[in-house]
């Protein structure tokens, strides 16, 4: 009765973003290094940013809502440019119609830690909240 039970799917996933300048966009190329195949070519919009100051801890915590646009890759033009790239270490766990990825990223020689939670559709969002709560119950 009081047992939550989900169906989770994991995986483990080896990843270097590379960025390209395509036209006018910036587009971004993931690259799965263990098969060396595209996994995805997008351009990121972000559409809101809240940052939270932590002064007591030593992470901060910053809620970003992004959508993204898969473009086709290559492009047609070949009027590109790379402008960086990053490697990500990357867990990732799915339930409910939502990805939770734990990744360490990479970029720069500088090393730092995200947590990242996609609804892919608004309509999985009143079952994320609905089990949510049952976790946060269990746990109190």
Known sequence: ????????????????????????????????????????????????????????????????????????WPPASLAQEETGSRHKDRLSYQFEGVTIDLTQVNQDGAVKHELEVEIGDPAHLPALLSTLRRIGRLLS
Do not use: F, M
């Open 1 to 72: 009765q009081n047992c939550v039970q989900l169906k989770w799917k994991y995986r483990h996933l080896k990843l270097v973003d590379r960025w390209w300048r395509v036209g006018a966009d910036r587009v971004r190329v993931t690259t799965d290094t263990a098969t060396g195949t595209v996994t995805q070519a997008c351009v990121k919009e972000r559409l809101l940013d809240i940052a939270i100051h932590l002064p007591v801890s030593q992470a901060d915590v910053r809620i970003s809502v992004n959508r993204e646009r898969s473009v086709e």
